[in-house]
């Protein structure tokens, strides 16, 4: 089978036209959450393909494995747009002079109070606070996963100011809040010699700014030119990072660092932007995960047999304290589990780790019907999390756990075992949070949430007299 041919151009043409349909019918494309959660759903699956197929790029890994991964990973990314349909657009369905000026208007953002420059900066410190002690806890099962949660409040203070500001049309808090957080990207960078363009902030962005309102075809223009600089810059940064992790830079203090590095990336990324063979091996290599879910396409049901649920059901096993239950199973985990699905054997050296869309663990359980269903129940939930955003807020600790639970849902995959406690832990450490703000600071509380503070005494009493 080649590239070309119906059964897989069929399915992902579908899934685009249902796309595009999808963001010019929503009013707005509100945080951006759930669009990420879609782009790295269907990127992990077919964007080397689509890629190649778009630009002419010569395909030689493209196997019949290959073939099937995109064939049923289009028709899911299509049920799972269509979950986000539902979710989104069955609350403007009624005729009722609402949902009549809520389709006129598209305005969700503008009549949301907590989006606000106060509750942006809480969330901002509160996540910066957390990503400086973030090292210290990684080790800590479930203090280490609350606090890894409670640091991605950094990226929704920084999305909530852009909101804000585009909103306010003033720009002032919102370049304050990115000359800090640009320093401590770049500062983790040189340290690790990951890229301090997160998707998981970068992607929501665009699509506040297009899409805060309604989606054009204007809107998409702006969208697909803003991905391909980014596209250019991560393969520049690809390029580039061998700098960083041959020591090249050692020696150097910061402000050197960024004279000799930042050029040379920016050099390399606009060579990058014309080469789209260079473009398409660095989709395969840090966004593509088509290559593992061949080998598993290979190997299941023929070698190894659908896990029919087992694996959702080791998450919750793993929930459970040991020191609760002294006999527990040891439950495969990381390289383990990859291996279990596809046959993958891994020097034992290697511990890079292996990041897993939704797809993986939805087939391993159960093939392309249960990719497809999985699919279109993740875009419902996680389009129905985003929606009741956009309601009136009374409990700062709800409304916290809400975006938590979100943030984790939209990540775009991983193991049960791993997504599972993440969404308690972050859910209860946001909860936790909220609550107590409310209970100590009860006023401050409300100004985050956009409410004004009760009036309090002769005021109170002046207000409640009987006229």
Known sequence: MTPLDAQCLVPVAAFLTALALLLMRTPSLYLGLTMTCLFMVSS????????????????????????????????????MAGGIAVAWLRPLAGGGPAAQRLRAQGELLA???????????????????????????HNIATVGTAVHALASMATIGVLTMLASSVRERRLTQLTGMVIIYLPILLMRAFATGHSPLKVSLLLPAVCIVCGMRRVRLRSIVVAGLCGAVLLAIMTGW??????????????????????????KWLDTAWDSAFDVTEANRTIRARVDMTDILAMQVRFQPHSRPYAKGQTVLDAGVALVPRILWR?????????????RYTGMVRDPKDTTSIGLPYQFELDANGGPVCVVAGLFIIGFVCGWLERGLFVPATSLGSLLARLSILMTLCDGGQRADVVLPSLIAGGVCYFALGRMTERFAPDYGRRLL??????????RSAALAPK
């Open 238 to 263: 690809m390029q580039t990072r061998y700098l960083i992790r041959d020591g090249l830079l050692d020696g150097k203090n910061y402000s050197e660092k960024v004279a000799v590095f930042v050029p």
């Open 111 to 137: 009549q949301t109070p907590w989006i606000n420059p106060r509750f942006a900066w809480f969330a901002f410190l509160a996540g910066s606070a957390a990503t400086l002690v973030e090292g210290l806890t």
């Open 450 to 459: 956009g409410l004004r503070p009760p009036a309090r005494g002769w005021v």
């Open 327 to 339: 006999g527990k199973p040891v439950i495969a985990g990381g390289t383990a589990f990859v291996s």
């Open 44 to 79: 992990a699956s077919l964007a080397g393909y689509v890629h190649g197929v778009a630009f002419g790029v010569p395909m030689p890994w493209f196997t019949p494995a290959h073939a099937q991964v995109v064939q049923y990973s289009g028709w899911g990314c299509l049920a």
